[in-house]
């Protein structure tokens, strides 16, 4: 990981791509989905990163296409409970 002598990860490491593959693609689509309010934070934009869900899908549809289908689902699943829950109370 620190191939460059230093505490800091080589940015030819694949560690820390996987990182921020691993982290930014769902919470960008977790943001577009709602299920993160967009409000709750703020993006600081730095070169070669992305910072809004339509820069990202340029360039890994495929993933994002599938992490928005997790959370859609995710979250009909948590509706379908809260009702189920409303129901049983009644």
């Known amino acids: 990981l620190f191939t460059n002598n230093t505490?800091?990860?080589?940015?030819?490491?694949?560690?820390?791509?996987?990182?921020y593959y691993l982290s930014v693609i769902p919470f960008l689509t977790a943001v577009d989905v709602g299920i993160i309010p967009h409000e709750s934070f703020r993006i600081i934009k730095y070169e070669h990163f992305y910072s809004n869900s339509s820069d990202c899908?340029?360039?890994v549809a495929k993933s994002m296409k599938q992490w928005k289908k997790c959370f859609v689902q995710l979250k009909q699943l948590h509706k379908t409970i809260d009702e189920t829950i409303i129901d049983d109370k009644i």
Request: charged share 5%; glycine share 0%.
């Open 7 to 19: 505490l800091a990860m080589s940015l030819d490491s694949w560690w820390p791509a996987a990182n």
């Open 57 to 59: 899908s340029h360039q």
